[in-house]
Protein backbone atom coordinates (compact mmCIF):
# COMPACT_ATOMS: atom_id res chain seq x y z
CA UNK A 1 0.00 0.00 0.00
CA UNK A 2 2.87 2.36 1.04
CA UNK A 3 5.11 1.06 -1.71
CA UNK A 4 2.17 1.76 -4.63
CA UNK A 5 1.54 4.89 -2.79
CA UNK A 6 5.15 6.62 -3.32
CA UNK A 7 5.30 5.33 -6.64
CA UNK A 8 2.06 6.75 -7.95
CA UNK A 9 2.89 10.03 -6.47
CA UNK A 10 6.72 9.95 -7.74
CA UNK A 11 5.64 9.17 -10.85
CA UNK A 12 2.39 11.69 -10.87
CA UNK A 13 5.36 14.33 -9.99
CA UNK A 14 7.58 13.37 -12.58
CA UNK A 15 4.88 13.17 -15.54
CA UNK A 16 3.85 16.73 -14.45
CA UNK A 17 7.23 18.00 -14.31
CA UNK A 18 7.75 16.33 -18.25
CA UNK A 19 4.84 17.64 -19.36
CA UNK A 20 5.23 21.53 -18.56
CA UNK A 21 8.87 21.24 -19.18
CA UNK A 22 7.84 20.02 -22.65
CA UNK A 23 5.75 23.27 -22.74
CA UNK A 24 8.20 25.03 -21.85
CA UNK A 25 10.01 26.82 -24.65
CA UNK A 26 12.86 27.77 -23.13
CA UNK A 27 13.63 23.87 -22.69
CA UNK A 28 16.16 23.56 -26.01
CA UNK A 29 17.24 27.09 -26.07
CA UNK A 30 17.41 29.93 -23.55
CA UNK A 31 14.93 33.03 -23.94
CA UNK A 32 12.74 30.45 -25.67
CA UNK A 33 13.99 31.56 -29.18
CA UNK A 34 13.08 28.47 -31.65
CA UNK A 35 15.33 27.27 -34.87
CA UNK A 36 14.93 25.79 -38.15
CA UNK A 37 15.32 22.03 -37.68
CA UNK A 38 14.68 19.92 -40.96
CA UNK A 39 13.04 22.62 -43.05
CA UNK A 40 10.38 23.27 -40.19
CA UNK A 41 9.72 25.01 -36.93
CA UNK A 42 10.04 22.77 -34.12
CA UNK A 43 7.33 24.53 -31.79
CA UNK A 44 5.56 25.89 -35.03
CA UNK B 1 -2.06 -2.75 -13.25
CA UNK B 2 1.00 -1.85 -11.97
CA UNK B 3 3.13 -2.88 -15.06
CA UNK B 4 0.48 -1.11 -17.72
CA UNK B 5 0.78 1.78 -15.14
CA UNK B 6 4.35 1.56 -15.42
CA UNK B 7 4.69 1.14 -19.17
CA UNK B 8 2.27 3.52 -19.82
CA UNK B 9 4.35 6.53 -18.39
CA UNK B 10 7.08 5.58 -20.13
CA UNK B 11 5.48 5.41 -23.25
CA UNK B 12 4.47 8.88 -22.46
CA UNK B 13 7.97 10.25 -21.61
CA UNK B 14 8.72 8.59 -25.28
CA UNK B 15 6.26 10.42 -27.15
CA UNK B 16 7.20 13.66 -25.48
CA UNK B 17 10.41 13.18 -26.50
CA UNK B 18 9.60 12.77 -30.13
CA UNK B 19 9.12 16.79 -30.14
CA UNK B 20 11.66 17.43 -27.33
CA UNK B 21 14.29 14.61 -27.47
CA UNK B 22 15.73 15.86 -24.01
CA UNK B 23 12.99 14.51 -22.51
CA UNK B 24 14.39 11.13 -23.75
CA UNK B 25 17.72 12.00 -21.44
CA UNK B 26 15.58 13.09 -18.20
CA UNK B 27 13.14 9.14 -18.88
CA UNK B 28 17.00 7.83 -18.93
CA UNK B 29 18.07 9.13 -15.64
CA UNK B 30 14.67 7.99 -14.45
CA UNK B 31 15.02 4.03 -15.71
CA UNK B 32 18.20 4.17 -14.05
CA UNK B 33 17.35 5.61 -10.65
CA UNK B 34 14.09 3.72 -10.15
CA UNK B 35 14.62 0.80 -12.23
CA UNK B 36 11.27 0.16 -13.37
CA UNK B 37 11.85 -2.85 -14.79
CA UNK B 38 12.48 -4.27 -11.75
CA UNK B 39 9.81 -3.31 -10.22
CA UNK B 40 7.52 -4.72 -13.10
CA UNK B 41 6.38 -8.13 -12.66
CA UNK B 42 5.78 -9.35 -16.95
CA UNK B 43 6.08 -6.58 -19.37
CA UNK B 44 9.22 -4.63 -18.71
CA UNK B 45 11.20 -6.99 -16.81
CA UNK B 46 11.43 -8.50 -20.41
CA UNK B 47 12.69 -5.41 -22.15
CA UNK B 48 16.47 -3.50 -22.06
CA UNK B 49 14.47 -0.42 -21.10
CA UNK B 50 17.75 1.70 -20.05
CA UNK B 51 19.54 1.05 -23.48
CA UNK B 52 16.02 1.76 -25.25
CA UNK B 53 16.58 5.08 -23.94
CA UNK B 54 19.95 5.53 -24.01
CA UNK B 55 19.79 5.10 -27.65
CA UNK B 56 16.89 7.85 -27.90
CA UNK B 57 18.36 10.23 -25.79
CA UNK B 58 21.54 9.83 -28.02
CA UNK B 59 19.99 9.58 -31.73
CA UNK B 60 17.48 12.67 -30.35
CA UNK B 61 20.84 14.66 -29.17
CA UNK B 62 22.65 14.10 -32.67
CA UNK B 63 19.64 14.74 -34.87
CA UNK B 64 17.84 17.72 -33.20
CA UNK B 65 19.83 19.37 -30.29
CA UNK B 66 21.79 22.66 -31.31
CA UNK B 67 25.56 21.89 -30.65
CA UNK B 68 26.51 25.21 -31.33
CA UNK B 69 29.96 25.91 -29.01
CA UNK B 70 29.57 22.43 -27.36
CA UNK B 71 33.28 21.74 -25.88
CA UNK B 72 34.14 18.80 -24.28
CA UNK B 73 35.20 19.74 -20.58
CA UNK B 74 38.13 18.22 -18.74
CA UNK B 75 36.35 16.15 -16.44
CA UNK B 76 35.12 14.41 -19.22
CA UNK B 77 38.26 13.60 -20.36
CA UNK B 78 38.87 12.66 -16.94
CA UNK B 79 35.60 10.59 -17.00
CA UNK B 80 36.72 8.68 -20.42
CA UNK B 81 40.22 8.00 -19.08
CA UNK B 82 38.70 6.34 -16.29
CA UNK B 83 36.18 4.49 -18.44
CA UNK B 84 39.32 3.16 -20.59
CA UNK B 85 41.52 2.18 -17.65
CA UNK B 86 38.11 0.52 -15.78
CA UNK B 87 38.28 -1.21 -18.83
CA UNK B 88 41.79 -2.32 -19.19
CA UNK B 89 41.31 -3.68 -15.33
CA UNK B 90 38.66 -5.39 -16.21
CA UNK B 91 40.49 -7.48 -18.85
CA UNK B 92 43.56 -8.23 -16.21
CA UNK B 93 41.21 -8.81 -13.36
CA UNK B 94 41.54 -10.99 -10.53
CA UNK B 95 38.22 -12.39 -10.97
CA UNK B 96 37.24 -12.02 -14.48
CA UNK B 97 33.56 -13.12 -14.22
CA UNK B 98 32.94 -10.94 -11.29
CA UNK B 99 34.80 -7.99 -12.96
CA UNK B 100 32.57 -8.55 -16.11
CA UNK B 101 29.45 -8.78 -13.99
CA UNK B 102 30.14 -5.06 -12.39
CA UNK B 103 32.07 -3.85 -15.48
CA UNK B 104 28.51 -4.26 -17.48
CA UNK B 105 26.70 -1.89 -15.60
CA UNK B 106 29.81 0.68 -14.45
CA UNK B 107 30.48 1.21 -18.55
CA UNK B 108 26.97 2.11 -18.91
CA UNK B 109 27.36 4.80 -16.07
CA UNK B 110 30.37 6.15 -17.50
CA UNK B 111 29.42 6.68 -20.79
CA UNK B 112 26.24 8.25 -19.80
CA UNK B 113 27.86 10.63 -17.73
CA UNK B 114 30.70 12.02 -19.77
CA UNK B 115 27.46 12.28 -23.03
CA UNK B 116 24.87 14.19 -20.51
CA UNK B 117 26.86 17.35 -20.03
CA UNK B 118 26.46 17.83 -24.20
CA UNK B 119 22.82 17.80 -23.72
CA UNK B 120 22.53 20.43 -20.23
CA UNK B 121 22.72 23.50 -23.10
CA UNK B 122 20.14 25.66 -21.08
CA UNK B 123 19.11 26.66 -17.64
CA UNK B 124 15.86 24.88 -17.83
CA UNK B 125 17.78 21.52 -18.83
CA UNK B 126 19.63 22.02 -15.94
CA UNK B 127 16.90 22.79 -13.34
CA UNK B 128 14.81 19.99 -15.12
CA UNK B 129 17.37 16.78 -14.97
CA UNK B 130 17.93 17.64 -11.19
CA UNK B 131 13.98 17.95 -10.79
CA UNK B 132 13.70 13.97 -12.24
CA UNK B 133 16.68 13.07 -10.10
CA UNK B 134 14.99 14.41 -6.89
CA UNK B 135 12.18 12.99 -7.40
CA UNK B 136 12.59 9.59 -8.89
CA UNK B 137 14.33 9.15 -5.97
CA UNK B 138 11.79 10.09 -3.96
CA UNK B 139 9.70 7.08 -4.73
CA UNK B 140 12.22 5.55 -2.09
CA UNK B 141 12.69 8.28 -0.38
CA UNK B 142 8.71 8.77 0.22
CA UNK B 143 8.41 5.03 0.62
CA UNK B 144 11.22 4.72 3.65
CA UNK B 145 10.23 7.54 5.32
CA UNK B 146 6.31 6.89 5.68
CA UNK B 147 8.02 2.96 6.91
CA UNK B 148 9.82 4.78 9.49
CA UNK B 149 7.44 7.18 11.33
CA UNK B 150 5.01 3.78 11.40
CA UNK B 151 7.93 1.63 12.77
CA UNK B 152 9.11 -0.27 9.81
CA UNK B 153 12.36 0.49 10.06
CA UNK B 154 16.16 -1.31 10.37
CA UNK B 155 19.13 -2.10 8.33
CA UNK B 156 18.64 -4.24 5.41
CA UNK B 157 15.05 -4.90 6.07
CA UNK B 158 13.60 -1.42 5.20
CA UNK B 159 11.63 -2.18 2.02
CA UNK B 160 12.09 1.00 -0.07
CA UNK B 161 9.64 -1.23 -2.51
CA UNK B 162 12.00 -3.49 -4.05
CA UNK B 163 13.68 -6.21 -1.81
CA UNK B 164 17.09 -6.80 -3.38
CA UNK B 165 18.93 -4.38 -1.70
CA UNK B 166 21.19 -3.30 -4.41
CA UNK B 167 21.75 0.05 -6.37
CA UNK B 168 19.91 3.20 -4.63
CA UNK B 169 17.50 0.48 -3.34
CA UNK B 170 20.70 -0.28 -0.77
CA UNK B 171 20.45 1.03 2.92
CA UNK B 172 23.76 3.03 3.70
CA UNK B 173 23.42 4.38 0.02
CA UNK B 174 19.73 5.29 0.20
CA UNK B 175 21.26 7.05 3.29
CA UNK B 176 24.02 9.38 1.86
CA UNK B 177 22.13 9.69 -1.47
CA UNK B 178 18.84 11.04 0.62
CA UNK B 179 20.83 13.20 2.59
CA UNK B 180 23.28 14.78 0.03
CA UNK B 181 20.38 15.78 -2.19
CA UNK B 182 18.59 17.89 1.06
CA UNK B 183 20.34 21.18 -0.73
CA UNK B 184 19.11 20.71 -4.13
CA UNK B 185 15.79 19.66 -3.11
CA UNK B 186 15.64 23.18 -1.04
CA UNK B 187 17.28 25.10 -4.50
CA UNK B 188 14.25 23.55 -6.21
CA UNK B 189 11.65 25.25 -3.86
CA UNK B 190 13.45 28.36 -3.43
CA UNK B 191 14.88 28.97 -7.31
CA UNK B 192 12.62 26.19 -9.30
CA UNK B 193 10.95 27.52 -12.30
CA UNK B 194 9.28 24.20 -13.38
CA UNK B 195 6.31 24.09 -10.89
CA UNK B 196 5.48 27.93 -9.06
CA UNK B 197 7.09 29.19 -6.06
CA UNK B 198 3.64 28.54 -4.30
CA UNK B 199 2.97 27.06 -0.54
CA UNK B 200 2.45 23.71 -2.31
CA UNK B 201 6.12 23.17 -3.55
CA UNK B 202 7.10 24.45 -0.04
CA UNK B 203 4.67 22.28 1.65
CA UNK B 204 6.12 19.61 -0.48
CA UNK B 205 9.43 20.44 -0.56
CA UNK B 206 9.92 20.38 3.52
CA UNK B 207 8.00 16.99 3.55
CA UNK B 208 10.12 15.31 1.40
CA UNK B 209 13.19 16.89 3.43
CA UNK B 210 12.11 15.52 6.55
CA UNK B 211 11.46 12.06 4.56
CA UNK B 212 15.28 12.23 3.49
CA UNK B 213 16.25 12.70 6.71
CA UNK B 214 14.18 9.97 8.32
CA UNK B 215 16.20 7.17 5.99
CA UNK B 216 19.27 7.13 7.49
CA UNK B 217 17.01 6.38 10.80
CA UNK B 218 14.66 3.64 9.39
CA UNK B 219 17.89 1.92 7.97
CA UNK B 220 19.99 2.22 11.08
CA UNK B 221 22.96 3.42 9.15
CA UNK B 222 25.40 5.46 10.57
CA UNK B 223 26.96 7.15 7.19
CA UNK B 224 23.64 8.83 7.41
CA UNK B 225 24.00 10.14 10.86
CA UNK B 226 27.07 11.64 9.47
CA UNK B 227 26.15 13.31 6.56
CA UNK B 228 22.99 14.92 8.48
CA UNK B 229 25.65 16.52 10.98
CA UNK B 230 27.49 17.36 7.79
CA UNK B 231 24.61 18.86 6.20
CA UNK B 232 23.65 20.88 8.86
CA UNK B 233 27.15 22.21 9.52
CA UNK B 234 27.20 23.21 5.75
CA UNK B 235 23.96 25.14 6.23
CA UNK B 236 25.60 27.61 8.39
CA UNK B 237 28.24 28.84 5.30
CA UNK B 238 25.44 30.88 3.91
CA UNK B 239 22.98 31.61 6.50
CA UNK B 240 22.75 35.01 7.02
CA UNK B 241 21.88 34.52 11.11
CA UNK B 242 24.44 32.08 12.15
CA UNK B 243 23.42 32.20 15.91
CA UNK B 244 19.83 31.92 14.98
CA UNK B 245 20.42 28.61 12.32
CA UNK B 246 22.69 27.18 15.48
CA UNK B 247 19.83 27.43 18.08
CA UNK B 248 17.29 26.54 15.39
CA UNK B 249 19.37 23.07 14.86
CA UNK B 250 19.60 22.65 18.43
CA UNK B 251 16.05 23.02 19.47
CA UNK B 252 15.32 20.71 16.79
CA UNK B 253 17.99 18.15 17.46
CA UNK B 254 16.51 18.29 21.09
CA UNK B 255 12.53 17.50 20.10
CA UNK B 256 14.25 14.94 17.89
CA UNK B 257 16.19 12.72 20.19
CA UNK B 258 13.49 11.66 22.28
CA UNK B 259 11.41 10.29 19.11
CA UNK B 260 14.48 7.69 17.93
CA UNK B 261 14.07 4.48 18.08
CA UNK B 262 16.11 2.86 21.09
CA UNK B 263 17.87 0.55 18.09
CA UNK B 264 19.18 3.81 16.15
CA UNK B 265 20.46 5.43 19.36
CA UNK B 266 22.41 2.25 20.48
CA UNK B 267 23.55 1.68 16.71
CA UNK B 268 24.46 5.50 16.78
CA UNK B 269 26.64 4.65 20.24
CA UNK B 270 28.98 2.22 18.45
CA UNK B 271 30.25 5.62 16.11
CA UNK B 272 32.60 6.41 19.05
CA UNK B 273 33.29 3.04 19.69
CA UNK B 274 33.59 1.35 16.73
CA UNK B 275 36.34 -1.09 17.58
CA UNK B 276 34.07 -2.86 19.79
CA UNK B 277 31.68 -3.30 16.86
CA UNK B 278 32.18 -6.13 14.35
CA UNK B 279 30.82 -4.82 11.31
CA UNK B 280 32.99 -1.20 12.11
CA UNK B 281 36.28 -3.46 12.73
CA UNK B 282 35.93 -5.94 10.12
CA UNK B 283 35.74 -2.54 7.65
CA UNK B 284 39.18 -1.50 9.41
CA UNK B 285 40.65 -4.90 8.25
CA UNK B 286 39.43 -4.74 4.71
CA UNK B 287 40.61 -1.75 4.43
CA UNK B 288 44.49 -2.35 6.12
CA UNK B 289 44.25 -5.72 3.68
CA UNK B 290 43.89 -3.56 0.50
CA UNK B 291 46.45 -0.86 1.29
CA UNK B 292 48.68 -3.56 1.43
CA UNK B 293 47.35 -5.75 -1.50
CA UNK B 294 47.86 -1.79 -3.81
CA UNK B 295 51.36 -2.17 -3.00
CA UNK B 296 52.19 -5.19 -4.69
CA UNK B 297 49.47 -4.72 -7.18
CA UNK B 298 49.85 -0.62 -7.99
CA UNK B 299 47.31 -1.17 -11.08
CA UNK B 300 44.74 -2.52 -8.91
CA UNK B 301 43.00 -6.13 -9.56
CA UNK B 302 39.83 -5.06 -11.48
CA UNK B 303 36.27 -4.69 -10.13
CA UNK B 304 35.22 -7.18 -7.32
CA UNK B 305 38.82 -7.38 -6.62
CA UNK B 306 37.69 -7.72 -2.60
CA UNK B 307 36.88 -11.22 -3.32
CA UNK B 308 40.24 -12.76 -2.71
CA UNK B 309 40.93 -11.04 0.90
CA UNK B 310 41.37 -13.01 3.89
CA UNK B 311 41.17 -11.12 6.82
CA UNK B 312 41.66 -11.60 10.77
CA UNK B 313 39.71 -9.49 12.92
CA UNK B 314 41.05 -8.42 16.42
CA UNK B 315 37.57 -6.97 17.92
CA UNK B 316 38.72 -4.57 20.96
CA UNK B 317 36.31 -2.18 23.43
CA UNK B 318 35.91 1.16 23.15
CA UNK B 319 39.28 2.35 24.53
CA UNK B 320 41.34 0.46 22.57
CA UNK B 321 41.45 -2.72 24.68
CA UNK B 322 41.63 -6.44 23.52
CA UNK B 323 38.71 -8.20 24.43
CA UNK B 324 39.31 -11.25 26.14
CA UNK B 325 41.97 -11.61 23.03
CA UNK B 326 38.49 -12.12 20.61
CA UNK B 327 39.96 -12.79 17.09
CA UNK B 328 37.95 -13.40 13.96
CA UNK B 329 38.58 -14.18 10.61
CA UNK B 330 36.60 -13.43 7.26
CA UNK B 331 37.38 -13.32 3.59
CA UNK B 332 35.78 -11.72 0.60
CA UNK B 333 34.73 -8.79 2.64
CA UNK B 334 33.49 -5.86 0.77
CA UNK B 335 35.25 -2.87 0.38
CA UNK B 336 32.81 -0.65 2.35
CA UNK B 337 34.40 2.68 1.02
CA UNK B 338 34.33 4.03 -2.21
CA UNK B 339 37.93 5.14 -1.53
CA UNK B 340 39.52 1.96 -0.93
CA UNK B 341 36.97 0.35 -4.01
CA UNK B 342 38.42 2.20 -6.39
CA UNK B 343 42.16 2.07 -4.70
CA UNK B 344 41.66 -1.83 -4.48
CA UNK B 345 40.61 -2.65 -7.93
CA UNK B 346 41.77 0.28 -10.23
CA UNK B 347 44.75 0.62 -8.59
CA UNK B 348 46.72 4.36 -7.90
CA UNK B 349 45.75 5.48 -11.88
CA UNK B 350 42.20 4.79 -10.96
CA UNK B 351 42.14 6.05 -7.81
CA UNK B 352 43.84 9.66 -9.04
CA UNK B 353 41.52 9.63 -11.87
CA UNK B 354 38.45 9.35 -9.61
CA UNK B 355 39.62 11.71 -7.01
CA UNK B 356 40.64 14.18 -9.63
CA UNK B 357 37.42 14.10 -10.82
CA UNK B 358 35.74 14.69 -7.42
CA UNK B 359 38.22 17.44 -6.79
CA UNK B 360 38.13 19.32 -9.95
CA UNK B 361 34.60 19.43 -9.42
CA UNK B 362 34.04 20.98 -5.74
CA UNK B 363 36.72 23.33 -7.04
CA UNK B 364 35.17 24.50 -10.40
CA UNK B 365 31.54 24.77 -8.08
CA UNK B 366 33.55 26.89 -5.79
CA UNK B 367 34.90 28.77 -8.68
CA UNK B 368 31.09 29.61 -9.65
CA UNK B 369 29.72 30.20 -6.48
CA UNK B 370 32.36 32.78 -5.63
CA UNK B 371 31.77 34.48 -9.08
CA UNK B 372 27.89 34.61 -9.48
CA UNK B 373 27.53 35.26 -5.02
CA UNK B 374 26.93 39.11 -5.41
CA UNK B 375 24.97 38.43 -8.89
CA UNK B 376 21.56 40.87 -8.56
CA UNK B 377 19.72 39.53 -12.02
CA UNK B 378 17.09 37.12 -12.13
CA UNK B 379 19.06 35.33 -14.43
CA UNK B 380 22.19 35.16 -12.57
CA UNK B 381 21.23 34.95 -9.46
CA UNK B 382 20.12 31.35 -9.04
CA UNK B 383 23.60 30.12 -10.20
CA UNK B 384 25.67 30.80 -7.00
CA UNK B 385 22.65 28.90 -4.86
CA UNK B 386 23.01 25.81 -7.26
CA UNK B 387 27.06 25.77 -7.24
CA UNK B 388 26.66 25.77 -3.91
CA UNK B 389 24.19 23.24 -3.60
CA UNK B 390 25.63 21.03 -5.91
CA UNK B 391 29.11 21.49 -4.22
CA UNK B 392 27.43 20.47 -0.55
CA UNK B 393 25.61 17.62 -2.15
CA UNK B 394 28.99 16.74 -3.66
CA UNK B 395 30.73 17.01 -0.18
CA UNK B 396 28.07 15.10 1.61
CA UNK B 397 28.69 12.21 -0.78
CA UNK B 398 32.58 12.23 -0.71
CA UNK B 399 32.11 11.66 3.40
CA UNK B 400 29.47 9.15 3.12
CA UNK B 401 31.41 7.62 0.36
CA UNK B 402 34.42 7.21 2.81
CA UNK B 403 32.38 3.88 4.40
CA UNK B 404 30.47 2.94 1.54
CA UNK B 405 31.84 1.12 -1.77
CA UNK B 406 29.75 3.44 -3.87
CA UNK B 407 32.52 4.62 -6.44
CA UNK B 408 30.47 3.75 -9.23
CA UNK B 409 27.35 4.96 -8.41
CA UNK B 410 25.32 6.30 -11.78
CA UNK B 411 22.71 8.45 -9.28
CA UNK B 412 26.59 10.57 -8.33
CA UNK B 413 27.84 10.48 -11.69
CA UNK B 414 24.85 12.01 -12.90
CA UNK B 415 25.22 14.46 -10.44
CA UNK B 416 28.65 15.32 -11.66
CA UNK B 417 27.11 15.54 -14.88
CA UNK B 418 25.08 18.31 -14.03
CA UNK B 419 27.68 19.92 -12.40
CA UNK B 420 30.08 20.06 -15.54
CA UNK B 421 26.73 21.04 -17.54
CA UNK B 422 26.65 23.60 -15.19
CA UNK B 423 29.82 24.93 -15.50
CA UNK B 424 30.34 24.55 -19.69
CA UNK B 425 26.63 26.79 -19.00
CA UNK B 426 28.29 29.42 -18.04
CA UNK B 427 31.38 29.30 -19.75
CA UNK B 428 29.16 28.99 -22.53
CA UNK B 429 26.72 31.91 -22.01
CA UNK B 430 28.76 33.81 -20.22
CA UNK B 431 32.22 33.84 -20.95
CA UNK B 432 34.45 36.00 -18.80
CA UNK B 433 36.75 38.62 -20.38
CA UNK B 434 40.06 38.19 -21.19
CA UNK B 435 42.32 39.27 -18.81
CA UNK B 436 44.11 42.75 -19.28
CA UNK B 437 47.89 43.02 -19.70
CA UNK B 438 49.89 43.47 -16.95
CA UNK B 439 50.22 46.67 -15.39
CA UNK B 440 46.38 47.53 -16.27
CA UNK B 441 43.80 47.14 -13.07
CA UNK B 442 40.25 46.12 -15.67
CA UNK B 443 38.08 44.34 -13.54
CA UNK B 444 36.88 41.11 -15.22
CA UNK B 445 33.39 41.10 -15.67
CA UNK B 446 30.70 38.75 -16.96
CA UNK B 447 29.47 39.08 -20.39
CA UNK B 448 25.90 39.10 -20.18
CA UNK B 449 24.51 36.42 -22.26
Known amino acids: ?44 | MHDLALLGFLLGLILLGLRKPFIFVLGYAYVDIVSPQRLSYYLLNSLQVSLIFFVLALGGFLAMDDKKGTRLAGRQVLMILLLLWCGFTTLTADFPAAAAEKWDWVWKALLFAIFLPFTLRTRLRIEGLLLFMVVSASSMIVTGGIKTVIGGGGYGTLNLGLSDNSGLYEGSTISTVAIAIIPTILFLAKYGTVFPRDWKVRLYSIALVFACLLIPIGTVTRTGLICIGLVAIMGLRDSKRRLLYIAGMGVALAVAIPFLPASYTERMHTIQGYQADESASTRVAVWGWTWNYVQSHPAGGGFNAYLGNHIKIELKDARGQPINNQVEYDKARAFHSAYFEMLGEQGFPGFFLWAALHFTSLFRLEMLRRRFRKAQGEDEQWIAPLATALQHGHIIYLVGSLFIGIAFQPFVYMMIASEIGLDSYVKRTRPLKARPPMGQTVAMQAVPA
Do not use: N, S, Y
Open chain 1, 1 to 44: MIDTFALALAHALLALTAWRLFKRKDLDHDGGETRVVWGRRPDA
